[in-house]
């Protein structure tokens, strides 16, 4: 989040005559990390969505704002939000890949999401007891993964003194892969 602070604070004295020749170089400086959102290192995505006060919402957020400084007026509708809509996708990918990899070398399933038929009874569990919990329609249900139910929890609220790594300390056990990928995101 301070990045877009920085960014703001450089573009609001981008234009100011006692200031432009400094910050033309911290400008060039912030751009070298920051400035290209198209390249920018996709563990910087990973890492604002594993804070738990921005997780995926925030993200979408913050790339269309760094995609609007760049864009001509005239592509600011529908075609932008095309094109943020698929460099948010992109990072959902890659994010959840990285976490089927976590869960791969735990030994547990890689693949989200997961499915089972409602219809099929397990081996001690009559049909009588299928049919009362899922119907007799049949279909199928959703298995949420640890990574869906992080994301689709409530983010935390703001408030000064936060420290992701206790919030990650304390929350470990209800999200382990999670917890593991986080420890290693916010290492480097």
Request: charged residues 30%; glycine residues 6%.
């Amino acid at each position: 989040m301070e990045v877009f602070d920085v960014d703001s604070h450089l573009r609001e004295w981008e234009n100011d005559v006692k200031f432009c020749v400094m910050v033309g170089k911290m400008r060039e400086k912030f751009n070298k990390y920051w400035g290209d959102f198209m390249n920018l290192n996709m563990y910087t995505y990973f890492a604002l969505i594993l804070d738990p006060y921005i997780k995926m919402q925030s993200v979408r957020n913050g790339i269309e704002i760094l995609m609007s400084y760049d864009q001509k007026p005239e592509i600011m509708n529908d075609e932008f939000d095309c094109m943020v809509d698929d460099k948010k996708g992109l990072n959902e990918k890659a994010f959840g890949d990285l976490y089927a990899q976590y869960k791969a070398r735990e030994g547990e399933r890689s693949r989200i999401p997961s499915k089972k038929l409602v219809n099929e009874v397990a081996p001690s569990q009559s049909k009588a007891v299928n049919d009362f919990l899922f119907g007799r329609e049949g279909g199928s249900y959703k298995v949420a993964t640890e990574l869906e139910k992080y994301l689709n929890e409530p983010r935390e609220e703001l408030h000064p003194g936060f420290d992701i790594l206790l919030w990650w300390k304390l929350n470990g056990p209800r999200f382990p892969t999670l917890a593991k990928t986080t420890k290693d995101i916010l290492a480097l």
